[in-house]
Nanobody, 122 residues
């Protein structure tokens, strides 16, 4: 059993910063990749940023230069540092992790966090 918990959302003024966290726990062999997605009200879920085991990252053009994804492999935790926030960044942010289970490392599974609300407003 694996649990994925994302947290750190809140209300912030335009130009402000927030840091989201995503922690995976349970019977884990390894975490291959972790990513953040977001879904604004009335819109489809969209990709924000991803980090793989080697530390390589990729980010959506809309957040490039403002958001930074990082991870602590020892803690199976990913972070999303969000700076220079804009009202259009308002959304529920979801963490996704691709995990190999300790019971059968040959297979990978995709897990989603429950989501954390980010609201950018004055």
């Amino acid at each position: 059993q694996v649990h994925l918990v994302d947290s750190g959302g809140g209300l912030v003024q335009p130009g402000g910063s927030l840091r989201l966290s995503c922690a995976a726990s349970g019977s884990i062999f390894s975490v291959d990749g972790m990513a953040w997605y977001r879904q604004a009200s009335g819109k489809e879920r969209e990709f924000v940023a991803q980090i793989i085991g080697s530390g390589a990252t990729i980010s959506a053009d809309s957040v490039l230069g403002r958001f930074t994804i990082s991870r602590d492999n020892a803690k199976n935790t990913a972070y999303l540092q969000m700076n220079s926030l804009k009202p259009e960044d308002t959304a529920v942010y979801y963490c996704n992790a691709v995990i190999r289970m300790a019971t059968n490392p040959s297979f990978v599974y995709s897990y989603w966090g429950q989501g954390t609300q980010v609201t950018v407003s004055s």
